[in-house]
C-alpha cells in the first residue's frame, strides 16, 4: 500500500499518520527526482527537496530565505499565520534571514562554542548516570521517558538556567508547538514565551551564572542589540532546538540498535566507534526530518524545476542524507558521512558539537549499563510523534534484563 495519496493537480500529500513508513514514503517520492512538488501536513503546497546535492543548494540558495513575506498567499490559503516577532519562535534566528540572523546568531554562538561545549561533558555524565541509576530497580521502561527525554531537557534546562522543578512542561509546550498548525500550537508557543519572559523578569532582578542572565544582561544594553521581543524568542528557541532534536536522535538510534542488535555488539565491544556511531545515526534516520520552511524570493531553477517567487521549498535533510549510504541499513564502522542532518549554510546547528557530546556520552552508558537491553514490543508497533518535522519514537518500552 503506498502511504502517499496522488490528487488530480500531482500534490503529493506527506501526512503525520505516514511516519512510521516515512524513510520509504520519501525514498519513493525520491525516485521520481530530486524535487517533486508535495502537500505538507500543514496543508501547504510546497517543492520537497530530495537530494543530497540539491538540498545543499537550496540552503545556500541567495533566494531562499526564511521571509515569509513572499509566500504569505500560500501560507494563509493553507489557514497558517507567518511567523511574527513576539510569537513562539518569531524573531530569533531561526526564522530571520541576514543582517539580523548574523546579529543574533553572533550573541549567542560563543556559548555554543566546541570548547565551551567540552566543559559541560562532566556534567553530562553525571546526568547519564543519574538516569541510568534510576532506571536500574526496573525490569521494563519507556526509553524515552526514563532517559532520552529528560537528558537533553536537563542539559539544555542547566545552560539556560531554568530552575528545576520548572520544567515539567517542556515537552508538552514542544510537542504541541511542532505539531500541525492549531489553536493548540498557537497556545504552547504563547505558554513557553509567556513562561520564558517571567524568567527573563527573575533573571533581570537577580542575575544567575547562565546563558539567560548573561542574554538579559546584553539585552539591557543601549546599542540594540538584542530586543526584550528577541530575547524571549531566543530563549523559547534553545528550550525547543536544545531538547526534542537531541530526544529525537537518541530515541531513533536506539531503534536502529533494536533493529540490527549485532551493531550494539560492535559497539559494546568498541567504544572507540561510538563517536563515528553518532554521525551514522543522525546519516541513517535524522531527527530533523524536514528543515524550516524556505521561501522563493525570487524565480529560480533547482534540480530542473522551476520555482517561482513565493513559492514554498521544503529541504527533506533524512531524505538528502539517506544518498550518503544504504538508505535503510545501519553500519556503526561506515566512515563519517557529510551528512547534513545538522542543516547546511548560514542556520548549521549551532547546537551541533552538544547534541554530539550528549548522545556519543548516553549511548555508551546505557550500552554499556544494560548489556541485555533489547525492545519489550514489536518495533512495528512503535508509534511515532505527529510533527511534519521531526521524526523520532514517541514512546520506546525496553526490557533492561
Ligand atoms: C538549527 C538540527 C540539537 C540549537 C538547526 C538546524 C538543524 C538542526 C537541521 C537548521 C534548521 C534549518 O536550517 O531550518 C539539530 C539536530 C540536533 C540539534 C539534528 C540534535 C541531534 C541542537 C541543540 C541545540 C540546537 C542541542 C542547542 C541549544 C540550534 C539553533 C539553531 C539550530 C539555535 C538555529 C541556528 C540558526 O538559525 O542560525 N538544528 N539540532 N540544536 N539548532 Fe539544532
Redesign the pocket.
Known amino acids: 500500500m503506498t502511504q502517499l495519496s496522488q490528487t488530480r493537480d500531482a500534490v503529493l500529500t506527506i501526512t503525520a499518520d505516514v511516519k512510521a513508513h516515512a524513510p520509504q514514503v520519501l525514498a519513493e517520492l525520491r525516485a521520481n527526482g530530486p524535487v517533486q512538488r508535495v502537500r505538507l501536513s500543514s496543508g501547504i503546497e510546497a517543492w520537497a527537496v530530495l537530494s543530497y546535492e540539491e538540498a545543499r543548494a537550496a540552503?545556500t540558495h541567495p533566494a531562499l530565505l526564511r521571509d515569509p513575506t513572499p509566500s504569505e498567499k500560500a501560507l494563509t490559503d493553507a489557514g497558517y499565520t507567518a511567523h511574527r516577532v513576539g510569537v513562539g519562535i518569531g524573531g530569533s534566528?531561526?526564522q530571520e534571514d541576514p543582517p539580523n540572523?548574523t546579529r543574533l546568531?553572533r550573541l549567542?554562538a560563543p556559548a555554543?562554542s566546541a570548547r565551551r561545549t567540552k566543559l559541560l561533558a562532566r556534567r553530562v555524565h553525571e546526568i547519564t548516570d543519574g538516569l541510568i541509576d534510576a532506571m536500574a530497580g526496573h525490569d521494563e521502561v519507556d526509553l524515552v521517558q526514563a532517559f532520552t527525554a529528560p537528558l537533553?531537557i536537563t542539559v539544555?534546562s542547566e545552560l539556560l538556567g531554568v530552575p528545576e522543578g520548572e520544567r515539567d512542561q517542556f515537552r508538552d509546550w514542544t510537542a504541541a508547538f511542532l505539531a500541525t498548525p492549531s489553536d493548540a500550537q498557537r497556545a504552547a508557543g504563547a505558554a513557553l514565551n509567556a513562561f520564558m519572559s517571567a524568567l527573563v523578569d527573575r533573571k533581570q532582578a537577580e542575575p544567575t551564572d547562565d546563558l539567560l542572565s548573561d542574554l538579559t544582561a546584553q539585552s539591557n544594553a543601549e546599542d540594540g542589540r538584542l530586543s526584550r521581543e528577541e530575547l524571549v524568542a531566543t530563549g523559547s528557541?534553545?528550550v525547543i532546538?536544545?531538547h526534542e532534536?537531541?530526544v529525537n536522535?537518541l530515541g531513533n538510534a536506539l531503534v536502529a540498535l533494536f533493529r540490527h542488535p549485532d551493531q550494539a555488539d560492535v559497539l559494546r565491544s568498541r567504544p572507540e566507534l561510538l563517536e563515528g556511531a553518532v554521525e551514522e545515526f543522525?546519516r541513517l534516520d535524522?531527527?530533523?526530518e524536514m528543515?524550516?520552511p524556505r521561501f522563493a524570493a525570487a524565480d529560480l531553477t533547482l534540480g530542473g524545476v522551476e520555482i517561482r517567487r513565493g513559492d514554498v521549498v521544503a529541504v527533506y535533510?533524512a531524505a538528502a542524507n539517506r544518498d550518503l549510504g544504504d538508505p535503510f541499513e545501519l553500519d556503526v564502522t561506515r566512515p563519517h558521512a557529510r551528512h547534513i542532518?545538522?542543516?547546511h549554510g548560514?542556520?548549521?546547528?549551532?547546537?551541533?558539537p552538544?547534541?554530539r557530546m550528549e548522545?556519543t556520552i548516553a549511548l555508551g552508558a546505557l550500552l554499556n549499563r544494560f548489556p541485555e537491553l533489547r525492545p519489550a514490543l514489536p518495533l512495528e508497533e512503535v508509534r511515532w510523534i505527529p510533527s511534519g518535522m521531526m521524526r523520532g519514537p514517541l514512546e520506546l518500552r525496553a526490557r533492561l534484563r
Open positions: 540552503l534566528m531561526l540572523h546568531r549567542v555554543f537533553p539544555i528557541l534553545l532546538a536544545g532534536t537531541t536522535l543522525l535524522s531527527s530533523v528543515a524550516t535533510l542532518a545538522f542543516g548560514i542556520h548549521h546547528c549551532l547546537g551541533a552538544l547534541a548522545a
